[in-house]
Structures are given as C-alpha cells and as structure tokens.
T-cell receptor
Framework: DGGITQSPKYLFRKEGQNVTLSCEQN?????MYWYRQDPGQGLRLIYY???????QKGDIAEGYSVSREKKESFPLTVTSAQKNPTAFYLC????????????FGPGTRLTVT | KQEVTQIPAALSVPEGENLVLNCSFT??????LQWFRQDPGKGLTSLLL?????REQTSGRLNASLDKSSGRSTLYIAASQPGDSATYLC???????????FGKGTRLSVIA
C-alpha cells in the first residue's frame, strides 16, 4: 500500500528533552511538509522540503529542526527551545506531474510535561 | 499574503439534507485548490482537487466548485449522512512549488 506513515501515534516526553518524530512515504513524492495543529488555530507550517538535501522554514520553524537525507524520509526534531511543544503533528507529501495533490499521514500527538 | 477563510466555523444539519460549505481566498492567482476531511484525532484525507483552469470536480455525493476571479470555492454535499460528520478544510496553492495555505475549517455535524 502506498502512503505516509508517522510513528509513533502518541509520544510523551519530559520538558527539556529533544524528541524526533518520524515521517516516511513510499509515494515517490519529491516534496514533504510538517505541520502543527492546535485547537482553534488551524494548521501551521513548520518546515518543508522540495527535494533531497534541501528544506525551507515555514511560518513557525523556531524550536524545530529537520533533515532530508533520503527522498522517503523527513524526520522532525522538536528541541528543548520550543516553548510550547505539546500539539498534534502532521506530515504530508505532495505529488508531481502537474497535479500537485497533497496527502497526509495519520499524525503524531506529542505531549510534553 | 494569501488568506483563506471558511464560514461557518461549525454547522449542524439533519440527516438527508443537502449542504454547502464555503471557502474564500484573498489572492486569486492560485495554482489549485484542495478540499480535505479530518476526523477527530486523525490526519487529513484529500477529497477533491480543482486545478485553476477547472470550474468544478465531483466525487460521489461531493461536488466542489471554483470561481477564481471572485476568490471563492464551495463544497456541496448531497444527501448528508451521520458518517459525513467531520471537519472540512479548504486549502489553496499559489504555484506548483509553494506550500498550501489552509483555512481553519468547518466542523460539520450530521444528526440522525
């Protein structure tokens, strides 16, 4: 089955610890994205990558880091510098060939206490 | 800067009713528009994608229209069912390589 996987579904961390969220896709998509979703705030773009070894900051990149060493993988690290990391994190990828339809993974809910 | 607005924020209808969800955007220079559905605690599911050159797209009971010049799109749901209850999000892409800009969504409840 083609799709986007995010693991784990739920993640708990203590304040001050870095944590890495996994995102893998087997859709052969070039572009991948990370969003954060909070109640009442909608989706906010954290980072995106159009191609391997390249990525751009989104609207709320502070306190986050990413890497794109492989086409299939786009991990997101939530660092201790992120002031309010508890949220629902969504990974997405975008198809090419002129349609540019975007697909999402199931999400990871991160709770930091 | 592109802004996407969805009104109303929440909507409750009885089962069987036809309904329309609205989406407006401030910059009409878009590449495409995409409608998504999100169930609580889940990721987004793509429902319909409309290219800027198209006026509408249909999938089953869903029909999405696009009026680029007025900056509006509608999602029409025919014969609504309780299983349609979810949050519906609209998003626009300015060019092929730019990220989608999302509205905050309309939370739909279909009452049996």
């Amino acid at each position: 089955d083609g799709g986007i996987t995010q693991s784990p579904k739920y993640l708990f961390r203590k304040e001050g610890q870095n944590v890495t969220l996994s995102c893998e896709q087997n859709l052969n998509h070039d572009a991948m994205y990370w969003y954060r979703q909070d109640p009442g705030q909608g989706l906010r773009l954290i980072y995106y990558s159009q191609i391997v070894n390249d990525f751009q900051k989104g609207d709320i990149a502070e306190g986050y880091s990413v890497s794109r060493e492989k086409k299939e993988s786009f991990p997101l690290t939530v660092t201790s510098a992120q002031k309010n990391p508890t949220a629902f994190y969504l990974c997405a990828s975008r198809g090419g060939q002129s349609s540019y339809e975007q697909y999402f993974g199931p999400g990871t809910r991160l709770t930091v206490t | 800067k592109q802004e996407v607005t969805q009104i109303p924020a929440a909507l409750s209808v009885p089962e069987g009713e036809n309904l329309v969800l609205n989406c407006s955007f401030t910059d009409s220079a878009i590449y495409n528009l995409q409608w998504f559905r999100q169930d609580p605690g889940k990721g987004l599911t793509s429902l319909l994608l409309i290219q800027s050159s198209q006026r509408e797209q249909t999938s089953g009971r869903l029909n999405a229209s696009l009026d680029k010049s007025s900056g509006r799109s509608t999602l029409y749901i025919a014969a609504s069912q309780p299983g349609d209850s979810a949050t519906y999000l609209c998003a626009v892409r300015g060019s092929g390589n730019t990220p989608l800009v999302f509205g905050k969504g309309t939370r739909l409840s279909v009452i049996a």
